[in-house]
């Protein structure tokens, strides 16, 4: 890998600390032999709005377009939440998505096994679960046109939104995930709701006939949403790779990081044909920013997430994920997966301490 660049993006509230730990991170990696990367660093969120009077300025896009990969750390914050919603900090954060065709979300859904207690469900049931959720992110109902309110002829009110699916769009993201369980363990669960929506049943075809033709070697299977999100819960482990409509994932990707315990932890990959952008799940996190307590982990598992799917660099994706889970075996912890018996430290203290598991990894 060679002559990369990554743009670097913290963003607002707890996003520029936690963001400084994984470049810290970045850094390390940067210093491995055949690895050549450059760091550049932009705006975005209630902080751009700040400096530039948006919150996406265009300079970011434009950079963001020619970089190689994004990381971003979380907009948003009180200070920003009465400016009109076409200035608010989150609208940089669609509006790069949208900008970039971001169609492909990845959201890994993993327990530490430190972390096993942390699970609102019983460790039996969540122990050693690992899943992979692939939800489609540029169309279905969120995007879907006819949309609005109106009002009826006898006074009453109407909402309206419309699922529609194409089959391109959802050849490219069943494409991703058949990828992406091809890196697993060859099993891809696909789930919609065919028994009722016509675009969901459309959406079965289009997945049964790619996996037919191209990618014989994935076990495909089918679910729909209500049973998904019921087996979730009873037996997730069952889950490998999941694919779904845009809806369906926001929901069921939500569930599946709830199984984990922690938000902190959570890192994801937005995916295009041209781009990528790698963030934590959370969000900015008002409340702690600024005190230094921020579990800066989600971030550094995002910045595996990206060495593995956009910098051709799968070997120091697990070293990092391997350091992580050393880390927690170590019995760090930030406040937010603080347990008894733990040793709690801060943000900075944890990206160093990721940096102290490398070196000993690497030496091992
Ligand atoms: P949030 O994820 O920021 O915080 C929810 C709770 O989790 C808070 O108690 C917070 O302290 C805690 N938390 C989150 N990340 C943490 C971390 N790394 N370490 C320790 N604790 C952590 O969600 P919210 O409070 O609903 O939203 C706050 C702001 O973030 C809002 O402005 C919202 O619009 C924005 N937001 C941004 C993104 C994003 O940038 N991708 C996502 C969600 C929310």
């Given at each position: 890998?060679?002559?990369k660049t990554i743009l670097v993006l913290p963003g607002d509230g707890i996003g520029r600390e936690i963001v400084a730990e994984a470049v810290k991170v970045l850094e390390w990696v940067n210093k491995?032999?055949?690895?050549?990367?450059?760091?550049?660093?932009?705006?975005?969120?209630?902080?751009?709005?700040?400096?530039?009077?948006?919150?996406?300025?265009?300079?970011?896009?434009?950079?963001?377009?020619?970089?190689?990969?994004?990381?971003?750390?979380?907009?948003?914050?009180?200070?920003?939440?009465?400016?009109?919603?076409?200035?608010?900090?989150?609208?940089?954060?669609?509006?790069?998505?949208?900008?970039?065709?971001l169609y492909c979300n990845l959201r890994p859904a993993q327990v530490f096994a430190p972390l096993l207690d942390a699970s609102p469900l019983k460790r039996e049931v969540v122990e050693g679960i690992?899943?992979?959720?692939?939800?489609?992110?540029?169309?279905?109902?969120?995007?879907?046109?006819?949309?609005?309110?109106?009002?009826?002829?006898?006074?009453?009110?109407?909402?309206?939104?419309?699922?529609?699916?194409?089959?391109?769009?959802?050849?490219?993201?069943?494409?991703?995930?058949?990828?992406?369980?091809?890196?697993?363990?060859?099993?891809?669960?696909?789930?919609?709701?065919?028994?009722?929506?016509?675009?969901?049943?459309?959406?079965?075809?289009?997945?049964?006939?790619?996996?037919?033709?191209?990618?014989?070697?994935?076990?495909?299977?089918?679910?729909?949403?209500?049973?998904?999100?019921?087996?979730?819960?009873?037996?997730?482990?069952?889950?490998?790779?999941?694919?779904?409509?845009?809806?369906?994932?926001?929901?069921?990707?939500?569930?599946?990081?709830?199984?984990?315990?922690?938000?902190?932890?959570?890192?994801?990959?937005?995916?295009?044909?041209?781009?990528?952008?790698?963030?934590?799940?959370?969000?900015?996190?008002?409340?702690?920013?600024?005190?230094?307590?921020?579990?800066?982990?989600?971030?550094?598992?995002?910045?595996?997430?990206?060495?593995?799917?956009?910098?051709?660099?799968?070997e120091e994706a697990t070293l990092i994920e391997n350091a992580v889970n050393r880390v927690l075996e170590q019995g760090w912890r930030t406040a937010d997966i603080m347990q008894t018996g733990a040793?709690?430290?801060?943000?900075?203290?944890?990206?160093?301490?990721?940096?102290?598991?490398?070196?000993?990894?690497?030496?091992?």
């Open positions: 890998m060679n002559n491995r032999p055949g690895i050549a990367f450059t760091l550049e660093e932009g705006l975005i969120g209630g902080s751009a709005y700040d400096a530039t009077g948006t919150p996406l300025p265009e300079d970011t896009v434009t950079r963001a377009k020619k970089a190689d990969a994004v990381l971003l750390g979380a907009v948003g914050g009180p200070q920003w939440d009465r400016l009109d919603f076409s200035l608010r900090p989150e609208r940089g954060l669609l509006g790069i998505r949208k900008a970039l065709d690992d899943i992979m959720v692939v939800r489609e992110l540029s169309s279905g109902i969120y995007f879907g046109t006819p949309r609005g309110v109106e009002t009826l002829a006898d006074g009453r009110r109407r909402g309206f939104n419309t699922l529609t699916y194409s089959t391109d769009e959802i050849e490219r993201v069943a494409r991703r995930a058949f990828e992406a369980a091809r890196r697993r363990s060859h099993k891809l669960c696909s789930v919609d709701k065919a028994n009722v929506l016509e675009s969901t049943a459309l959406w079965r075809e289009v997945v049964s006939e790619l996996g037919r033709k191209e990618y014989p070697d994935i076990a495909l299977s089918h679910m729909y949403v209500d049973n998904a999100a019921m087996q979730l819960l009873r037996n997730p482990r069952q889950f490998d790779c999941i694919v779904t409509t845009n809806m369906f994932g926001d929901i069921l990707s939500d569930e599946a990081s709830m199984l984990t315990g922690s938000i902190g932890m959570l890192p994801s990959a937005s995916l295009g044909d041209a781009n990528a952008l790698y963030e934590p799940i959370h969000g900015s996190a008002p409340d702690i920013a600024g005190k230094g307590i921020a579990n800066p982990l989600a971030t550094i598992l995002s910045v595996a997430m990206m060495l593995r799917y956009s910098l051709s660099a799968p040793k709690q430290i801060g943000t900075v203290a944890m990206g160093d301490a990721v940096l102290q598991a490398l070196h000993e990894e690497k030496n091992q």
